[in-house]
């Protein structure tokens, strides 16, 4: 491929079309969030006035529940002081409100840039061929996976990936399905450790995992230098990272021969929805493997601590263990993906010069994650759940494709849904005071002629939390206690579910015909009504945290990465983090 023909997907009209869109979610989004405040002027017409009111942004939009907004993309305007019509333009609107946004001079060349790189990328999906949501929903998991043409529905600057060039976003981004080998790394074990779930082996791990012939050539390879393999744990790597970042900046690692490159693995893999994460298509039973990977992407940079991997498959394991112990979980058929395997590298001297959040101490680690695949029974299928808010060029979601081809009334299908999503959500934290990060990339739905059969949440070690500081925990488990504001508490669901998931799913629902608002907001009602009656146990609980209040805080996340966009929020710490402007109105009070 040339230069000139690595960025053909660059042409005016897919810039156009791409910055409507953009500007779409913008308005929607930074409106939900009152960042801006839209003005009526006549009908369903808004309009939105620059820094300096000398700019307008006019457009239609339909308001929804949870004051979600609705903008038809193709209603968009821009006039100037005398009403004369303006051309769009997506990177100026953020300039042109860069007072009213929140976005400093630091900030904001930085944002312009993640900015240009979500519409490089919405550009390059609307190069492809086109794929209606009818075909996505009867496709393979992987298909769904790269067929994807949005990110978060909430962040506006969602695909980022500041340090990938055109050639690294055509080899990695997961929506080029480019098949990728990770390079492997051998690490001294003076300064690299390995951690794993109860009953796995290093070695048989590592054979397993990379096949004989591929250790017996890194043996070999090792032998060759003079150096004993027995001394050395095997460390998969991003192909970025390797290039871009160890190379260089663990060159003293690699020439004290500390690390040793070792060269490709045999197998082929696909980038995930979460970039960093690849899935085995040489083997699809085999575990995901989770890459550190210094690239900034939605408020973060992709790194993996080594510290943190030590007690990842600790973490698993009392998880699964929990699961699989109670009996409402069970019945749901929750499942999750456990992280088996870690191993990460400590670079001693970045490791003195900096303290434990620096992105320094997060460049060379992985994980190995359970694939789902194996767990399959017949007839059954996958999809990541990010996919139901996926929308086609015909304006059609996945999520209504689904329903369409279960044949199932709307509100049985979405029972289906709740029962294997919402209902371990709900017991996990009435029950556990235990909260995930259960957006749409973190939950794998398991479908069976379309309809929903149970989830499977993954992205465990990083992203869970038991919200209780008193929790019994052995020791190795201790660090997932996080200390919550007692009345931040059931934001875990209302912003992170409600908020984050169910907001735009109910909209899309409504807007394709498919099932009303309130039914939709009835049919969750109902589910949670019902999980609390089969646990009557937890009343009290109940009471303390009322899913059925008037109203919730309304918890703003493009406001946090408005504010920084390099680290938005302190895993260990995240309620410190908050932006909460104001309330939403509850969809289930009074129900």
């Not at 929506?175 to 009953?199: D, I, Y």
Request: negative net charge.
């Amino acid at each position: 491929m040339t230069l000139a023909d690595a960025v053909t997907h660059l042409t005016p009209g897919r810039w156009e079309r791409a910055g409507r869109l953009l500007l779409a979610k913008a308005l929607a989004e930074f409106a939900h969030e009152r960042l801006v405040r839209p003005e009526p002027v006549g009908g369903d017409a808004w309009s939105v006035r620059s820094d300096d009111g000398r700019v307008r942004y006019r457009f239609t939009a339909t308001r929804r529940a949870l004051d979600h907004w609705r903008v038809d993309p193709g209603s968009l305007s821009r006039h100037g002081e005398d009403g004369t019509a303006l051309p769009l333009d997506a990177l100026g609107f953020f300039t042109e409100l860069r007072r009213t946004l929140g976005l400093s001079d630091e900030i904001l060349p930085v944002y312009l840039e993640e900015i240009s790189s979500t519409l490089s990328s919405t550009c390059y999906k609307l190069a492809k061929p086109q794929v209606s949501a009818r075909e996505l929903a009867q496709g393979g998991f992987q298909a769904i996976e790269t067929g994807m043409t949005e990110g978060h529905p909430c962040f506006v600057a969602n695909n980022g990936r500041l340090g990938f060039g055109i050639d690294a976003y055509r080899a990695y981004a997961p929506e080029t399905a480019s098949p990728v080998r990770l390079v492997w790394l051998a690490a001294h074990r003076s300064r690299a450790a390995f951690t794993a779930g109860a009953g796995i082996a290093y070695g048989t791990f590592v054979r397993a995992e990379l096949g004989t012939a591929a250790v017996e050539r890194f043996d070999h390879r090792l032998t060759a230098l003079g150096l004993d393999p027995a001394d050395y744990l095997l460390i998969p790597v991003h192909p970025w990272q390797w290039q871009h970042k160890l190379a260089v900046t663990f060159a003293a690692e690699v020439a004290r021969r500390n690390l040793v490159c070792l060269g490709e693995g045999d197998d082929a893999y696909l980038a995930q929805q979460s970039i960093r994460t690849f899935f085995n298509t040489s083997h699809p039973e085999k575990h995901y493997v989770k890459t550190a990977l210094s690239v900034l992407n939605m408020g973060f940079t992709r790194g993996l601590s080594a510290a943190y991997m030590e007690a990842t498959p600790a973490v698993n394991d009392w998880l699964a263990r929990l699961v699989d112990g109670d009996p409402v979980l069970r019945a749901t058929g929750l499942t999750v993906l456990r992280e088996r395997a870690a191993v990460g590298y400590r670079h001693l001297e970045y490791e003195a010069a900096t303290d434990r959040h620096s992105p320094y101490r997060k460049m060379l680690a992985a994980l190995w994650r359970e694939s789902p695949v194996a767990a399959l029974r017949d007839g059954e299928s996958l999809a990541t759940m990010a996919s139901l808010l996926h929308v086609d060029h015909e304006g059609r979601s996945v999520a209504g494709a689904l329903v369409e081809r279960s044949g199932l009334d709307p509100d049985v299908w979405l029972r289906g849904y709740l029962r294997a999503y919402l209902t371990p959500l709900l017991h996990s934290f009435y029950a556990y005071d235990l909260v995930f990060m259960p957006h749409g990339e973190n939950v794998i739905l398991v479908l069976r002629d379309g309809a929903v059969q149970r989830a499977v949440f993954k992205d465990i070690a990083e992203e869970i939390a038991v919200l209780d500081p008193d929790a019994a925990l052995p020791p190795e488990v201790r660090r997932i206690r996080v200390e919550v504001p007692e009345d931040h508490r059931l934001l875990s669901l209302f912003t992170d579910v409600f908020d984050s998931f169910f907001r735009f799913l109910a909209a899309l629902l409504a807007d394709e015909g498919v099932l009303t608002e309130d039914a939709f907001w009835g049919t969750v009602a109902a589910v949670v009504r019902e999980y609390q009656e089969s646990v009557p146990e937890l009343a009290d609980r109940f009471r303390q945290y009322d899913l059925f209040a008037p109203r919730f805080a309304r918890s703003c996340l493009n406001r946090l990465q408005l504010r920084d966009n390099r680290a938005m929020v302190d895993l260990a710490d995240p309620s410190s983090a908050l932006q909460l402007v104001g309330t939403l109105e509850n969809p289930l009070a009074g129900r």
